[in-house]
């Protein structure tokens, strides 16, 4: 959803606008003047909502260089079982990794993340996160799935069902989507709406190396079945094709595109934080 705020809301256009209107460094201590530069796309900034479904404002200030862009933050409101969930699979990465963060929940989950981003080389980082899942998840709940659902189109499409109730919790809402698969429809994709995961982390090389790759590495090799990963860093969606091979990291798109200028994990803002 899209809104024009009009002229009545002039004066927060104002403030925005002014880079040296005196509440900037105030309500922006961060950013300072450069608020409207935040993401890799100029104009975006964050603000928190209670909406689970964020909601886009556009503010028009009569310049269309300078149109500004706010967007909410989506809020999660995880139960008990998806908390536990959080937890085991934080504590997991801790272990592997042989790091100690005293922070539960989601937050916890991400600042064990960003540490091992930090510390870990990007090879190192695929493979702690590839034992970590190995760690969490059973390896005889595996082999049973792997032995009873062997690759077919009704395995892709359980495959899609299972990641949109399971993970929730890990990479948001997200919903069944069809494609074509050797020649005939199958609804094997799942569309994630907004990734969890980026948005805390707002580091596209903590996507790609702490996320995509080692888990379409793992559940190709657990599971028997391809799956490629496809983000999109404009609005933070990501699609999961199951039955689909992914291209070569040197082919792949999501490794040409520098980070967001707000990255949490505080890495150089170019490629170099990819690969």
């Excluded at 139960?79 to 699979?89: C, D, G, K, T, V």
């Amino acid at each position: 959803m899209e809104t024009t705020i009009t002229s009545c809301q002039a004066n927060i256009c104002s403030i925005l606008k002014s880079s040296h209107h005196p509440k900037l460094p105030r309500i922006f201590p961060k950013y300072g003047s450069s608020v409207s530069s935040a993401m890799t796309r100029p104009g975006s900034i964050t603000t928190t909502s209670n909406n689970i479904s964020p909601i886009n404002f556009k503010i028009d200030t009569g310049d269309n260089n300078n149109t500004i862009i706010v967007e909410s933050k989506t809020v999660h409101n995880d139960n008990w079982l998806e908390r536990m969930a959080i937890n085991h699979l934080s504590k997991a990465v801790q272990e592997t990794a042989g790091l100690e963060i005293d922070v539960a929940w989601y937050k916890g989950l991400v600042m064990v993340c960003e540490a091992m981003f930090k510390e870990f080389s990007l090879k190192q980082q695929r493979q702690i996160v590839t034992k970590a899942l190995e760690k969490a998840i059973p390896s005889s709940l595996l082999f049973v799935i792997r032995t009873l659902m062997p690759p077919s189109k009704s395995t892709r499409e359980f495959f899609a069902i299972f990641t949109t109730v399971a993970v929730r919790w890990l990479v948001g809402p997200g919903e069944i989507r069809e494609s074509e698969f050797e020649g005939r429809k199958e609804r094997n994709v799942v569309h994630i709406t907004k990734c969890r995961f980026l948005e805390e982390s707002k580091c596209i090389g903590m996507c790609t190396n702490l996320c995509k790759m080692p888990t379409q590495e793992f559940i190709h090799r657990t599971l028997g079945t391809p799956v490629n990963m496809i983000p999109n860093f404009d609005d933070m969606s990501c699609e999961y094709v199951f039955g689909q091979e992914p291209p070569a990291q040197e082919d792949d798109p999501a490794f040409k595109q520098p980070c967001y200028k707000i990255c949490n994990a505080k890495r150089k803002h170019s490629t170099s934080c990819l690969s």
